[in-house]
């Protein structure tokens, strides 16, 4: 693999791997901002719940206005507040205290957070605690931010409050703690995911590579190279694709390699021909002059009829070479017998005729049609029989042509399929074997084939088999494994 290559496929890969990952990591930020609003929603309700829950018992109690361990009424807020005080459980993030008057007058024992040693704390709560309103509301101070219950308690003769305050940084700390623990966690999966998709990508992309292999290594001296087909996605149908592509292209090729080098085959001899007689003429000579100018004439004709038949042939793998429609066979029969018996002077027959209608093109399954009828014309002599017709056999419509010629050994058979051959028996009949090849290019046109059967000095029968509907489109062929 060249530098070029490896940097290109790096490249791609990067290119893929980036969006991935980005993707990857905007999802689990999302989904992290998400569950932390979310949560730090629910932890600001908790606080506010758990603080009314404990105005609530201390209403509770001072509506009783009963002291549960003795019985007796409360004497007055003080008392009230040091019974609740020290009923009342509070968190590592909490703490409490009593206000009675103006003045901080008890404080809970036994806990970490103390909120009478913050003096601004202190102040800010005294208005309050000196109101008539159950209050909860969030203060700021140097030392930290709190959320604070304030719960004034009312006697005639004196009034007392209980505040019960936390710590709001220390409540929200196990979340900052588990989205810290969150993100270190999706950083690991997102280098994790990394490690294991970019392998993983690099197999993905080596159809691609492949392709790209198989591509720079075509040229007119090797057209055979194709990419292996892995699997059964997307990238497997595109290989297979390309390698259906490379064919056609190989086709294609090999096809005009193939007329060039039989036009040059073909063309050199009668242009030499011509040439060498022209060279030998004498211009004295009226007589050689008319022989000469006969040989060139015939000679220039058979050069005319093999670049025609070329076309024919070089136009074959072009879409509009047929063009088929529905057409009735007994009248493409009758119609191509009364052409036929014009080509020589033979014993015409008519064995059957089909009536029904066929998918073709008629102009170009005439053409077939009589080019086997010359041919038969050709290596038959005149006393004997040549017989066409036409049947349906199995949803194939079969049209043939029959004589009483020369025949074809059975070896040789194959090689009159071939453009350019023709048997050994047939070399002193005017042609250059391209009439089989055009009839069999407008078959393959139609789906269809060409039978022989031939016997050595009794004659031969060439049929015409194409089929009677139209033929469906192939479907996709799903990639090989």
Same mark, same amino acid.
């Given at each position: 693999?060249?530098?070029?290559?490896?940097?290109?496929?790096?490249?791609?890969?990067?290119?893929?791997?980036?969006?991935?990952?980005?993707l990857?990591?905007?999802?689990?930020i999302?989904?992290?901002?998400?569950?932390?609003?979310?949560q730090n929603?629910?932890?600001?309700?908790?606080?506010?719940?758990?603080?009314?829950?404990?105005?609530?018992?201390?209403?509770?109690?001072?509506?009783?206005?009963?002291?549960?361990?003795?019985?007796?009424?409360?004497?007055?807020?003080?008392?009230?507040?040091?019974?609740?005080?020290?009923?009342?459980?509070?968190s590592q993030?909490?703490?409490?205290?009593?206000?009675?008057?103006?003045?901080?007058?008890l404080?809970?024992r036994?806990?970490d957070?103390?909120?009478?040693?913050?003096?601004e704390?202190v102040?800010?709560? @005294?208005? %309050?605690?000196?109101? !008539? =309103?159950?209050? &909860?509301?969030?203060? $700021?101070?140097? +030392?930290?931010?709190?959320?604070?219950?304030?719960?004034?308690?009312?006697?005639?003769t004196?009034?007392?409050?209980f505040?019960?305050?936390v710590?709001?940084?220390?409540?929200?700390?196990?979340?900052?703690?588990?989205?810290?623990?969150?993100?270190?966690?999706?950083?690991a999966m997102?280098?994790?995911?990394?490690a294991?998709?970019w392998?993983?990508?690099? @197999?993905? %992309?080596?159809?691609? !590579? =492949?392709?790209? &292999?198989?591509a720079? $290594?075509i040229? +007119?001296?090797?057209?055979?190279?194709?990419?292996?087909?892995r699997?059964?996605?997307?990238?497997?149908?595109?290989?297979?694709?390309?390698?259906?592509?490379?064919?056609?292209v190989?086709?294609?090729?090999?096809g005009?390699q193939?007329?060039?080098?039989?036009?040059?085959?073909e063309?050199?001899?009668?242009?030499?021909?011509?040439?060498?007689?022209?060279?030998?003429v004498?211009?004295?000579?009226?007589?050689?002059?008319?022989?000469?100018?006969d040989?060139?004439?015939?000679?220039?004709?058979?050069?005319?009829?093999?670049v025609n038949?070329?076309?024919?042939?070089?136009k074959?793998?072009?879409?509009?070479?047929?063009t088929?429609r529905?057409?009735?066979?007994?009248t493409?029969?009758?119609?191509?017998?009364?052409?036929?018996?014009?080509?020589?002077q033979?014993?015409?027959?008519?064995?059957?005729?089909?009536?029904?209608?066929?998918?073709?093109d008629?102009?170009?399954?005439?053409q077939?049609?009589?080019?086997?009828?010359?041919?038969a014309?050709?290596?038959?002599?005149?006393?004997?029989?040549?017989?066409?017709?036409?049947?349906?056999h199995?949803?194939?419509?079969?049209?043939w042509?029959a004589?009483?010629?020369?025949?074809?050994?059975?070896d040789q058979?194959?090689?009159?399929?071939?453009?350019?051959g023709?048997?050994?028996?047939?070399?002193?009949?005017?042609?250059?074997?391209?009439?089989?090849s055009?009839?069999?290019?407008?078959?393959?046109?139609?789906?269809?084939?060409?039978?022989?059967?031939?016997?050595?000095?009794?004659?031969?029968?060439?049929?015409?088999?194409v089929?009677?509907?139209?033929?469906?489109?192939?479907?996709?062929?799903e990639?090989?494994?």
């Open positions: 693999m060249t530098p070029e290559a490896d940097g290109a496929k790096a490249g791609l890969r990067t290119r893929i791997m980036l969006p991935m990952i980005l990857a990591a905007l999802t689990l999302a989904s992290g901002t998400i569950v932390a609003a979310v929603r629910e932890i600001g309700r908790a606080m506010d719940d758990q603080l009314m829950r404990s105005a609530g018992e201390l209403r509770k109690l001072a509506d009783n206005g009963l002291d549960p361990a003795t019985g007796e009424p409360f004497a007055g807020p003080k008392e009230l507040l040091s019974t609740f005080l020290s009923r009342a459980m509070v993030t909490e703490g409490m205290l009593a206000f009675v008057g103006d003045r901080v007058s404080v809970a036994d806990v957070l103390r909120p009478e040693h913050d003096l704390l102040a800010a709560l @005294r208005p %309050l605690a000196l109101g !008539n =309103e159950v209050v &909860v509301t969030s203060i $700021s101070t140097a +030392e930290r931010e709190y959320r604070a219950l304030v719960a004034p308690v009312v006697y005639p004196q009034q007392g409050a505040v019960r305050v710590d709001v940084a220390g409540e929200y700390r196990q979340l900052r703690t588990t989205m810290l623990i969150y993100a270190g966690v999706a950083l997102i280098g994790l995911a990394a294991v998709a392998p993983l990508i690099g @197999r993905l %992309l080596r159809p691609i !590579n =492949e392709l790209r &292999v198989a720079d $290594s040229d +007119e001296g090797d057209l055979t190279s194709r990419v292996p087909v699997g059964a996605d997307e990238l497997a149908s595109l290989t297979a694709t390309i390698n259906g592509m490379l064919d056609r190989q086709r294609s090729v090999e005009q193939r007329l060039l080098d039989d036009v040059g085959h063309l050199r001899t009668p242009i030499t021909v011509v040439r060498g007689h022209l060279e030998l004498d211009p004295s000579d009226p007589a050689d002059v008319t022989q000469t100018r040989l060139a004439i015939d000679e220039l004709d058979r050069m005319g009829g093999l038949d070329l076309l024919v042939l070089a074959a793998g072009q879409p509009d070479f047929v088929p529905w057409a009735d066979l007994a493409l029969t009758d119609q191509t017998f009364e052409k036929a018996r014009t080509l020589g033979r014993q015409w027959g008519l064995d059957s005729v089909a009536a029904t209608e066929a998918w073709i008629p102009t170009r399954m005439t077939a049609w009589l080019q086997l009828a010359a041919n014309v050709k290596y038959s002599a005149e006393s004997t029989v040549i017989r066409l017709g036409s049947r349906v199995r949803g194939e419509a079969h049209l042509v004589d009483e010629g020369i025949g074809i050994p059975a058979i194959e090689r009159v399929r071939e453009r350019f023709r048997g050994s028996e047939a070399t002193q009949q005017h042609g250059v074997g391209l009439g089989l055009i009839v069999e290019s407008i078959l393959a046109a139609h789906s269809g084939r060409l039978d022989i059967e031939s016997r050595h000095g009794e004659g031969s029968t060439f049929t015409l088999v089929p009677i509907a139209p033929t469906p489109e192939p479907a996709t062929k990639p090989e494994t």
